[in-house]
């Protein structure tokens, strides 16, 4: 294989890296405040990309305004669902959640596929089609697109979680409840923002890779990968959910160029059983010690 297509292939793989570091963020958001995981992620950004592909069908919006209509939507969503649903069981252990997420995950498929039927739809694209000559290589639009959406999100998330009042007490809960509960912090509304602020990342990731896979219900399957993404970076990391997403992204991509085609799809599930067995705790993980 030549240098110029090598290089496709990979700034491919960071693009596709980038979608499942955003969603292992948003994963991970919702882990360090809650500690609990959140299986219907995938599906609420699905929804939320239906819901601006809906607007800009009956609307014709342009774009800018169908990813507002999608965050949007995906805000109202978490928060509907953190109202309606989590906040009611907050007595409840975290496993008992962890199915009530992944119910809420069927539900809201199923209601997808009522409002929208199983068919695959195009979505538009910010990017242009051709592709771009660098030297020899030539790369696509939509992959330098994404990389670059994707990290200036990931720049805001990292500004507001160090330089702002919610972003501090999201990691004071996420360190330690009850102390932040004492301090003054209301500990049910950083699970709210936690929602709402997970539901917008996945929103945004949603409209981005909507172009490049086609909108359908099965998109939420994306999660999957994140979740592998964010056990691989290091499960309740920031930046191990970013690097995660990353090497997973490339190794996805090259996979199948020096093993069987039909190994792509068995690659995020082969490193998680790598990484749980060589380094639990993940690349930038730590290891916690407890007294029991």
Do not use: C
Request: cysteine-free; hydrophobic content about 60%; overall charge positive.
């Amino acid at each position: 294989m030549s240098t110029a297509a090598l290089v496709h292939v990979v700034v491919s793989g960071l693009a596709t890296g980038s979608i499942y570091a955003l969603m292992a963020i948003s994963l991970v958001i919702v882990y360090n405040a809650t500690r609990t995981l959140n299986f219907a992620q995938g599906e609420m950004l699905m929804v939320s990309t239906f819901v601006g592909w809906t607007a800009h069908q009956w609307l014709r919006l342009p774009l800018p305004l169908i990813m507002l209509v999608a965050v949007v939507a995906a805000a109202l969503l978490g928060w509907l669902i953190e109202r309606a649903v989590i906040r009611h069981s907050i007595a409840a252990t975290h496993f008992d959640v962890l199915i009530i997420t992944l119910g809420l995950s069927l539900v809201l498929r199923a209601a997808a596929v009522l409002a929208w039927t199983h068919d695959e739809f195009p979505f538009p694209s910010f990017f242009a089609d051709r592709p771009i000559a660098l030297g020899p290589v030539r790369v696509a639009p939509v992959s330098l697109g994404i990389i670059g959406g994707s990290l200036l999100l990931m720049l805001a998330l990292y500004g507001l979680f160090r330089g702002t009042r919610l972003g501090r007490a999201m990691r004071a809960v996420a360190q330690n409840q009850r102390a932040a509960r004492l301090m003054g912090i209301s500990v049910e509304r950083v699970y709210s923002a936690s929602w709402i602020l997970a539901a917008v990342v996945g929103g945004i990731a949603g409209v981005l890779i909507a172009p490049v896979i086609f909108l359908s219900s099965k998109m939420g399957l994306v999660a999957i990968n994140g979740f592998t993404a964010a056990v691989l970076g290091g499960f309740g990391s920031m930046p191990g959910a970013v690097v995660g997403g990353m090497l997973l992204g490339v190794i996805e991509n090259l996979a199948p160029l020096y093993l069987p085609s039909g190994i792509k799809h068995s690659v995020p599930f082969l490193l998680m059983i790598a990484i749980l067995l060589v380094r639990p705790s993940g690349v930038l993980g730590r290891a916690r010690r407890r007294k029991v």
